[in-house]
């Protein structure tokens, strides 16, 4: 009909888009909670900060002398430095982009910045976690390359880290270590244990205070679950030289592992900050937007501090 031929001639009815921006798909910023040792008197600005650790001296068990004085001794102590180091990373906006854009480019910007600010921090500390001193591989193994795919992570390998923590006089954090776990290694471990033995969060006797990403509790380590937990690719054949096995790191610590300094001059802090930059271009059409961090992270007790090696049978290199 003439009519109908008239209206679908029309170009009225278009695509039409969500104008709500979304992002890729992100795992949780876990690690920076850990570190609970931070400056609480620093002196004054400076390019690394210095922590002073005074050691105890040797219990005194002997009876006294009535008429003899004690002999005094000697104090001493240690001390760990953290170093600081400038971090940070940009985007810019053009005039063009902003100006035919039908979302708000800038607010766009403004989350992909904030999140890679503290995707990259998660990132340092984590490899700063992994490098401790303190390492044991599962099934018995001596070493990282001596693991094969069959060693897994085990309830026994738990406990033991447990009992050196708890050897050295380690604090807890209100009563539970924190151990960070990578989700290949966490499904071979909970599906090997009884579940019976896990206490998820909501049966805690006093929920308050989990920690983000927070799975459970078992053997009085309090476990979070997230893709960030060290991985060591291609590590392992099963005989003793690197292949295509995966080492995961699952990583167990108290009080005082970790440490974090940072600057607090010209409007630095704990977390980075968001720093919009200058617009020098002659027409002002490039807007750059970014992010800024002065400070750096250590290890502060090697003591409080374990990692634990194994592979994982749904490791995407499990040979």
């Known amino acids: 009909m003439a009519g109908e031929t008239q209206m679908s001639s029309l170009s009225v009815d278009q695509i039409a888009f969500d104008r709500l921006a979304y992002f890729a798909l992100r795992s949780e910023l876990l690690f920076d909670q850990a570190a609970d040792v931070q400056p609480v008197a620093q002196a004054m600005p400076g390019s690394a900060v210095t922590f002073t650790i005074f050691n105890d001296i040797a219990a005194a068990t002997g009876t006294l002398n009535e008429v003899t ?16 180091a400038e971090y940070g990373n940009a ?37 700063v976690l992994a490098a ?13 390359v001596g693991l094969a795919v069959a060693d897994v992570l085990s309830a026994n390998d738990i406990r033991k880290q447990v009992a050196a923590l708890r050897k050295a006089n380690v604090p807890t954090f209100n009563g539970s270590y924190i151990g960070f776990i990578h989700p290949d290694v966490s ?19 006093d929920p308050t205070g989990i920690y983000n990403g927070e799975i459970g509790l078992f053997e009085s380590v309090r476990f979070i679950e997230t893709p960030r937990a060290p991985l060591f690719a291609n590590a392992f054949n099963g005989a003793g030289a690197a292949g295509t096995g995966d080492s995961y790191a699952t990583l167990i610590m108290g ?30 059409r490039l807007m750059p937007i970014g992010w800024y961090w002065l400070g750096g992270y250590g290890r502060f007790r090697e003591a409080s501090l374990r990692r634990i090696e194994s592979a994982s049978s749904i490791g995407a290199n499990a040979s």
Not at 96 to 114: C, H, Q, Y
């Open 187 to 205: 499904y071979d471990f909970r599906t090997a244990t009884d579940a019976a033995a896990w206490r998820t969060p909501a049966n805690y006797v």
């Open 132 to 144: 401790g001193d303190n390492v044991a591989y599962a099934g018995g193994k001596s070493s990282r």
């Open 255 to 284: 009080r005082q592992a970790l440490a974090k300094a940072f600057s607090t001059q010209d409007g630095n802090g704990a977390m980075p900050k968001v720093v919009r930059g200058n617009v020098t271009d002659l027409l002002m």
């Open 91 to 127: 985007v810019v906006t053009t005039a063009k982009l902003r100006g035919t854009a039908f979302l708000d480019v800038d607010a766009a910007a403004a989350n992909v910045i904030g999140y890679n600010a503290g995707d990259s921090m998660d990132q340092v500390v984590g490899a």
């Open 69 to 84: 004085d004690v002999t005094p001794t000697a104090l001493s102590d240690s001390q760990k430095t953290v170093t600081l």
